[in-house]
């Protein structure tokens, strides 16, 4: 079956870095795109970032542009998020997901907070 588990989550002061991994497995990793969200308390779930299978395109959401990089490894199963320059505005779960036929799957989430 499909699992996807993220990790590197944690609290990091204002213009910290992380460094988020999703480790995918139950499917052909490397012929899909995968995706970053994120959902901060009371509001809806927003996708951050998206790298196809080949790693040869990424979009970003646009209030990351410049600070977050998307990424994978297809050798690993593992996309990853570089998140530079954190704000707390960043402050939010990210999860991990891949869109397949038939439907989305999404990791357990990982906690960013971003506070001094």
């Known amino acids: 079956q499909v699992q996807l588990v993220e990790s590197g989550g944690g609290l990091v002061q204002p213009g910290g870095s992380l460094r988020l991994s999703c480790a995918a497995s139950g499917f052909t990793f490397s012929i899909y795109t995968m995706r970053w969200y994120r959902q901060a308390p009371g509001k809806e779930r927003e996708l951050v970032a998206g790298?196809?299978?080949?790693?040869?395109?990424?979009n970003y959401k646009d209030s990351v542009k410049g600070r977050f990089t998307i990424s994978r490894d297809n050798t690993k199963r593992t996309v990853y998020l570089q998140m530079n320059s954190l704000k707390p505005e960043d402050t939010a779960v990210y999860y991990c997901?891949?869109?397949?036929?038939?439907?989305?799957?999404w990791g357990q989430g990982t906690q960013v907070t971003v506070s001094s």
């Open positions: 790298i196809t299978s080949g790693g040869g395109s990424t």
């Open positions: 997901n891949v869109r397949r036929l038939e439907g989305d799957y």
